[in-house]
Nanobody, 117 residues
């Protein structure tokens, strides 16, 4: 079973930046599209960004131009650089397989991002 560990969250003021990391216990990122998801309080988990095996990326409209997803296959790690953060970005962030994969890995504990002044 692959284990996913997210980190890098925290409390940041509006307009600030954070870089999230997601490390897998196995070498998987070179063969799977991966994604970042988030779940805000009282809301369903939503897709934020995806990265394909070719490096092609996609973003939900609300984060385009502010967030960047990237991966380091040698480190089995996927990153999410988040700039110009807004209060509405407050959520627990998770990584997992991309939405094209019906079956997902076991969800990690996520990393909490709070954007507040």
């Amino acid at each position: 079973q692959v284990h996913l560990v997210e980190s890098g969250g925290g409390l940041v003021q509006p307009g600030g930046s954070l870089r999230l990391s997601c490390t897998a216990s196995g070498r998987i990122f070179s063969t799977l599209a991966m994604a970042w998801y988030r779940q805000a309080p009282g809301k369903q988990r939503e897709l934020v960004a995806t990265i394909g095996t070719s490096g092609l990326t996609n973003y939900v409209d609300s984060v385009k131009g502010r967030f960047t997803i990237s991966g380091d296959n040698a480190k089995n790690t996927v990153y999410l650089q988040m700039n110009s953060l807004k209060p509405e970005d407050t959520a627990v962030y998770y990584c997992n397989k991309g939405p094209s994969h019906a079956s997902k890995f076991l969800w990690g504990q996520g990393t909490r991002v709070t954007v507040s002044s």
